[in-house]
């Protein structure tokens, strides 16, 4: 299985550490982010992984290599400019021709890749997001009002509320057929 990875980001939120140093390459327990992520992709059966590079891609490449180091094939795409997230899939259209992960160079989790991936197959589906529950505590009262004309009317009010919500992980499986709603360039 194939899985390509985002790691062209300049990681504004960790500036300065991010000036000289590309967020992928972060430590966690003294291993970089993507070093962990690439070894839980084997695990899983993923041994053929695109980096998508950008920012300071040359040491991404100097750290990872071609991935004989950890029993995998990388290859690489470099943005010279920032393409966003799907935009560097653009990029390496040619290459994903099956069923393959996208995920974020910086993401930690635990989900089951496999188990993902079983999903999206048994669901037919085109594209498969991975989903997190975050609960988000609003010290505040939340006012619910109608009319904007000045003279709302407030229709509801809920005193320091803890809100849901469904938040992707920044992990994706896509069929081939979701790169037909990816525009060229």
Request: glycine residues 10%; hydrophobic residues 40%.
């Amino acid at each position: 299985m194939k899985a390509v990875i985002l790691a062209g980001g300049k990681g504004r939120r960790l500036l300065p550490f991010t000036t000289n140093f590309p967020k992928p390459l972060m430590p966690v327990d003294e291993r970089p982010i993507l070093e962990i992520l690439l070894e839980r992709l084997k695990q899983d059966g993923v041994n053929d992984i695109i980096i998508a590079t950008g920012h300071l891609e040359e040491l991404v490449r100097a750290y990872f290599g071609d991935g004989a180091k950890w029993g995998l094939k990388i290859c690489y795409s470099r943005e010279d400019k920032p393409l966003g997230t799907a935009g560097p899939l653009d990029l390496v259209r040619a290459d994903l021709t099956e069923t393959f992960l996208l995920m974020n160079g910086d993401t930690l989790s635990d989900i089951s890749f496999g188990k993902l991936l079983e999903r999206h197959e048994a669901t037919s589906a085109t594209a498969t997001v991975a989903l997190f529950q975050r609960n988000v505590f609003v010290d505040f009262g939340v006012v619910e009002t109608v009319g904007n004309d000045g003279a709302q009317q407030i229709t509801g009010w809920k005193e320091k509320p803890t809100l849901t919500y469904l938040v992707s992980t920044g992990i994706y499986v896509l069929s081939p057929a979701a790169l037909s709603f990816l525009p060229k360039g």
